[in-house]
Every structure is written in structure tokens, then in C-alpha cells.
């Protein structure tokens, strides 16, 4: 996990070190996707926070807001208006298990497997931090979706954290007015939904313990499939993610945890208290600086060798995303503005 305690320092920095320690032995030389890196830092697995009361929560929104991007109208009149909370995130074992071919070329495109499926060999479940990350309010995402005629509209919006998910209706706040992702598409009289995504749909994750500092991946090209009733919702979700967005998404805010972490170790960078550390240090800090910086993580070989991009978003004959499926599951919540 990505907590500034002794428990919880060891999740994001096991997976790095693994990799690179084992990489000659469990080199499989596939793209995976940084998605698996994110969860790893999601901190403990155990959840945080009281239960609800059943009243909204009184916590602060988080201080990064969602991008302004223009907010799809609901129909009006709809024949339903669903509001529901993600409670559950499941990423597939190998790269087959489950996903959709985004590419055309007849085979599964979750690229991520990869990485899921060597880490779980070592006996890491990185299930086991997003599971913590959602019970413990710092991954939260809210559906807010309406079926008129066949057709629904999903919109999904960032959570306020500080709420844990039980199995009654809760409460919960929207951030802000501006949707973190689109899905549009057709739900049939069995509750079976196909939809695809308008624009990216971010998923947004706070590192536990650092205000202000959170993970971000946007997904693109994004198609659900699933089941969208009253009170759960259950399916795949299905994407790739530009490499572009990696540098500010994910190995900016990465390096900043790990260089907060070494500041709070008084043995630290000669002889760190926590060996994780000294071992990142010297497998990662390639000018010898003390630090950890983006640019050395984004090139720590055993990395580079797993996010290399599988998919071609912009269909000029060059792959510059990562493909990444999850199974999502979301029951019935109570959302205000």
C-alpha cells in the first residue's frame, strides 16, 4: 500500500522491486498496463472510516478538480433515473481471462493480465488494494444513469470520500458538476446493457495519508457490457489507456510518494530504515541524487518492459495505449450534488 506506515509502504514498492529483481526470471516481455502499478498503491487493504449513519457525509471534496468538459443532458422524462456507488473492482488473471478486442484482430486486449498474473505468483493480490481503496473512500466512483426508450445514459462522477459502502443505500456526494466519464449505448428488457464511452473515463485514486496528490488514468475507447438494474449494476469494462497520460497520471504523483517516504526515513538515502527504499534507491535512482525522480521511473527497465503499448487509438500504424479490463460491480447509492 501507499501509506507513510511501516504496514502500509510495502505494496507500490514490492511490485517495482520484484519486477526487477525476478525480471530475468519471469520476463515475459508482454505490455501490461500501469492500471496494475495504480492498485498496488491504493495502501491497506483493510477499510477505513466509520460506517454510515444514513445522513450525507461531512467530509471535504478532494482538492484537485475533475477536468471542465461539457455535461451530457439526461433525457426527459426518463422511464428510469439509477443512481449507484462502484463497490468492487476485479482485474482478470492473465490477459485473457476476460475483456474485448478493441483492436479487431479476434483476441482479447487486456494487456494488464500480464502483470496481474506474475505479481499474483509471488503472492501479491493486488485485488486485496483496490478493494482497500474503495472501502477506504479513496477511489469512488458514482454512476448517475437514465433509461428512456431502450436507450441509457451513464455518467459517472468522482466521489467525496470518507464513506464506506455496506449493503444498505448510502450517501453519497458528487465532485463537482462535471462527469469523469460518459457511457451511451442500449439496455434491453432484461437489463442488458452494450455501451460505449464519449470521450475518456478517468478513474481517479488518492494515495492514502498525501492531500491533494492522487493517481489518474483515463480510459479510452471504452465499451461496457453488463447489467444495469435497480439496485446492482454488474459487468465489464473494457479500454486502453494513452501512454501519453502515464507521465502526469501516474509517474509524477508515484515518485512524489516514494520521495516522501524516503524524507521520513531518518536513515534514508545512505542507509534506510525501511530496506524497501534502499533497494528502490538502488535500483531506480539512476543519478544517485537521493531521490526518485518521473522520468527514472518511466525508465526502470523492468517497467518499460510491461507498459509497452498494444493499441493503436489514433490509427496511424503506431500502438500508444494500453489495454486494461475490469469487472465492475455497484449497488444502489443515494447521490447528492
Known amino acids: 500500500g501507499c501509506s507513510t506506515s511501516d504496514a502500509g ?9 520484484v519486477l526487477g529483481l525476478r525480471r530475468r526470471r519471469l520476463r515475459h516481455g508482454v505490455a501490461t498496463s500501469m492500471l496494475a502499478l495504480m492498485l498496488a498503491c491504493s495502501g491497506d ?21 475533475p477536468p471542465a468538459t461539457e455535461t451530457p443532458r439526461h433525457p426527459t422524462d426518463p422511464d428510469e ?10 482485474l482478470p488473471g492473465s490477459r485473457d481471462e476476460f475483456g474485448w478486442d478493441l483492436d479487431g484482430d479476434g483476441s482479447v486486449d487486456a494487456a494488464m ?13 493486488l485485488d486485496d488494494y483496490l478493494r482497500g481503496a474503495i472501502e477506504g473512500g ?3 466512483v458514482l454512476l448517475d444513469s437514465t433509461v428512456k426508450d431502450g436507450e441509457v445514459l451513464v455518467l459517472g462522477y468522482q466521489g467525496v470520500d470518507g464513506e464506506r459502502i455496506e449493503d444498505v443505500v448510502d450517501n453519497f456526494y458528487r465532485h463537482g458538476d462535471a462527469p469523469i466519464g460518459v457511457l451511451v449505448g442500449s439496455i434491453d428488457e432484461e437489463r442488458n446493457v452494450e455501451a460505449r464511452g464519449e470521450g475518456s473515463f478517468e478513474f481517479r485514486m488518492r494515495l492514502t495519508d ?14 461496457f ?47 534506510c530504515d525501511r530496506r524497501s527504499l534502499g533497494l528502490a534507491l538502488i535500483l531506480i535512482d539512476g543519478d544517485g541524487d537521493g531521490s526518485v525522480s518521473a522520468d527514472e521511473l518511466a525508465g526502470y527497465e523492468p517497467l518499460q518492459e510491461r507498459l509497452a503499448p498494444d493499441i493503436d487509438l489514433d490509427e496511424d500504424g503506431t500502438p500508444d495505449a494500453i489495454s486494461i479490463a475490469l469487472r465492475v460491480s455497484a449497488v444502489r447509492a443515494n447521490l447528492f450534488q
Open 9 to 17: 509502504s510495502s505494496g507500490a514498492l514490492l511490485v517495482l522491486l
Open 45 to 65: 487493504s483493510d477499510p477505513t472510516g466509520e460506517p454510515p449513519t444514513g445522513e450525507p457525509p461531512t467530509t471535504e471534496p478532494p482538492t484537485t478538480e
Open 81 to 90: 433515473s439509477l443512481s449507484h456507488a462502484v463497490s468492487q473492482l476485479q
Open 113 to 125: 493480465g500480464e502483470l496481474v498474473e506474475l505479481t499474483s505468483s509471488l503472492g501479491i493480490t
Open 138 to 140: 479513496r477511489l469512488q
Open 210 to 223: 498525501l492531500d491533494g496528490l492522487e493517481i489518474v488514468l483515463p480510459v479510452d475507447a471504452a465499451r
Open 225 to 271: 457490457e453488463g447489467q444495469v438494474g435497480g439496485f446492482l449494476v454488474e459487468g465489464t469494462l473494457g479500454g486502453a489507456v494513452p501512454v501519453a497520460s502515464l507521465a502526469e497520471g501516474v509517474f509524477e504523483p508515484l515518485a512524489s510518494y516514494i520521495n516522501t517516504l524516503i524524507a521520513a526515513d531518518d536513515g534514508c538515502p545512505e542507509n
